[in-house]
C-alpha cells in the first residue's frame, strides 16, 4: 500500500493541476484550525481545495510541502489501522521536509471509518494546516463534534451561484450600467433562463444541452445509491426512490411525509412512517434537500412544525420532473432560495391567513410570482405579502417575477417588483 500511496503523492506533486475558475467562498490558509468543508456531490469541492492550493503555491509554498489526497481513489484503500501509512509514505519520500509547514488537504475523508482520531493525532502532533471536505452534513458533523470540537472551522460549498455561473460563462456584467444595455440585458436574461432550467452543477455549465439532463438524472442515482443507500444501508431503495421522487414533486410546497405513507401503504408497500421521516432527514444530510422551516413565535414549534422542501440546484430538479413554461414558478422559487440560503442567516416562510415564501432574519420578506401581470395572481402575492410584512413590523417588501419590474405601495407597504435574473445579482441586505 506504502508504493501505491507514494505513486499518488508523487503523481500529485509532478502532475498540472487543472484549470480552476474562482468560487466566492474563500477559505482561511493559516487559521490553524482544521477547515471542514461540506457540500453536494459534484459541487466543486474538489476545485475548491485546488483554487486554495493554488494560492498557497503562488505565495511561495513549495508543491512538496503541500500532500493531497482523494479517499474516492480506488487505490487508496486503507482502514482505520493503517490510516498511518499516509504519514509514513509522505516521510519516506520528503525525509528532509518539516511537516510542521506542510499542508494537508483530504478529500472526502468520510469514506475511511475512523479517520477523525486519525486527524486529530495529525493536529496534535504533525501539522496544524489540515483542510477536510465531506459530502454529509450530520455525519460529518458528527464525527468533528465527538473528536475534534474547538478544533475546526466549518464551511458549506453548494452548485454555482447566479453570480459565478456568469462567471464561469466568462461573462462580464456590470450591475451598475449594463441593465440600460439591451444586449448585454437580453444576454444576461438567457443565461438566467438556462441557469433556472440547468442549475448550477460546475461540470454541467460545459457540457452539450443535449446530455445536460441526463447527466443530472446520472447525479441523482449516485445520491440516491452511493449517498443514501449503501451509507445508510437501506435495503428497499424502490420506497426510497418512490420516497424521493415525492419530495422532488412537493418542490416548494409543505411537506406531508404522513400524506406519502398513506399513499405506500395503499400500493401493499410496507414501510414504517418513522422510516420516512429517516429517509427525509437522510435526503437533507446528503445534500439532495433542503427543508424550510415556518416561522412560530415559539422556537420548539418551528422545528417541528411544518417545513418546506428545496432542491439544492434547479437543474437536479428539472431532471427529475416535466416543467411546462406555466409551470417555471417553482424552478424560480427555488432558485430564489438557494440565492437566500445561508448557514447564517434565520430563514423562514409565513403562514397565518396569507402565506409568504421567504422572511430573512425576520428583516426582509419575499414573495415570488413568476407571472404577476394577472389581477387575481398579483393580489394573492401581494395579500401575502403585506401581512407578513404587518406581522413582522416591515416597512416593504419584495415580489420576484420572471421579468416584471415596478414599484408600488399598499396598505402603507413599499412593495418592489423584480425580474428573478436581478433579484439574484442584487439580494437585498438583511
Given amino acids: 500500500m506504502k508504493n501505491i500511496l507514494k505513486t499518488i503523492i508523487r503523481d500529485f506533486h509532478t502532475g498540472i493541476l487543472p484549470e480552476v475558475i474562482k468560487r466566492d467562498l ?3 490558509l493559516d487559521s490553524r484550525k482544521i477547515i471542514t468543508v461540506t457540500g453536494p456531490r459534484r459541487s466543486g469541492k474538489t476545485y475548491l481545495l485546488f483554487q486554495h492550493i493554488k494560492l498557497l503555491i503562488d505565495s511561495g509554498v513549495s508543491r512538496e510541502k503541500i500532500l493531497y489526497l482523494n479517499f474516492e481513489d480506488e487505490r487508496i484503500d486503507l482502514t482505520w489501522s493503517t490510516l498511518d501509512l499516509i504519514i509514513q509514505s509522505y516521510q ?48 460529518f458533523g458528527q464525527e468533528i463534534a465527538t473528536a475534534l470540537r474547538g478544533r475546526t472551522i466549518r464551511y458549506e460549498v453548494f452548485p454555482l451561484s447566479f453570480r459565478e455561473f456568469l462567471r464561469f460563462k466568462k461573462f462580464d456584467f456590470d450591475e451598475e450600467r449594463d441593465f440600460y444595455s439591451s444586449r448585454k440585458k437580453a444576454q444576461l436574461v438567457n443565461y438566467f433562463n438556462e441557469y433556472l432550467i440547468y442549475g448550477g452543477f460546475p461540470e454541467i455549465v460545459f457540457l452539450d444541452q443535449m446530455i445536460k439532463r441526463r447527466t443530472l438524472q446520472e447525479y441523482f442515482e449516485v445520491m440516491t445509491y452511493r449517498d443514501l443507500a449503501e451509507r445508510y444501508k437501506i435495503k428497499d431503495t424502490l420506497v426510497l426512490k418512490y420516497f424521493l421522487k415525492r419530495l422532488m414533486e412537493n418542490a416548494g410546497r409543505f411537506l406531508s411525509v404522513n400524506k406519502i405513507y398513506n399513499e405506500l401503504k395503499s400500493q401493499g408497500l410496507k414501510v414504517g412512517k418513522d422510516t420516512l421521516y429517516r429517509y427525509l432527514e437522510y435526503a437533507e444530510d ?5 427543508l424550510l422551516k415556518k416561522h412560530y413565535k ?19 430538479l428539472n431532471s427529475l420532473r416535466w416543467f411546462e413554461k406555466k409551470d417555471y414558478g417553482v424552478l424560480l422559487e427555488n432558485a430564489v432560495f438557494r440565492a437566500i440560503y445561508s448557514p447564517d442567516n434565520n430563514l423562514t416562510c409565513f403562514k397565518e391567513n396569507k402565506e409568504c415564501d421567504f422572511i430573512v432574519n425576520e428583516k426582509v420578506a419575499i414573495q415570488v410570482c413568476f407571472e404577476a401581470g394577472e389581477m387575481e395572481t398579483l393580489k394573492r402575492e401581494k395579500d401575502g405579502l403585506i401581512e407578513a410584512c404587518k406581522y413582522f413590523h416591515l ?14 405601495e399598499e396598505s402603507g407597504i413599499k412593495i418592489y417588483l423584480v425580474p428573478g435574473y436581478e433579484f439574484v445579482l442584487k439580494k437585498p441586505e438583511s
Avoid at 477523525?116 to 465531506?134: A, E, M, Q, W
Avoid at 446528503?286 to 433542503?290: A, R, T
Avoid at 411544518?306 to 439544492?312: A, C, G, P, Q, S
Avoid at 416597512?395 to 408600488?408: A, R
Fill in 26 to 28: 474563500s477559505l482561511p
Fill in 92 to 139: 519516506e519520500l520528503y525525509p528532509h521536509l518539516d511537516l510542521k509547514a506542510s499542508y494537508f488537504f483530504f478529500d472526502e475523508i468520510q469514506n475511511i471509518e475512523g479517520w477523525p482520531k486519525f486527524v486529530r493525532r495529525i493536529y496534535d502532533s504533525v501539522t496544524k494546516n489540515i483542510f477536510l471536505t465531506g459530502s454529509n452534513s450530520s455525519l
Fill in 395 to 408: 416597512k416593504e417588501g419584495y415580489i420576484v417575477t420572471n421579468d416584471q419590474k415596478g414599484e408600488m
Fill in 286 to 290: 446528503s445534500y439532495l434537500i433542503k
Fill in 298 to 316: 415559539s422556537v420548539g414549534k418551528s422545528e417541528l412544525g411544518e417545513k418546506k422542501v428545496y432542491l439544492i440546484d434547479t437543474g437536479l
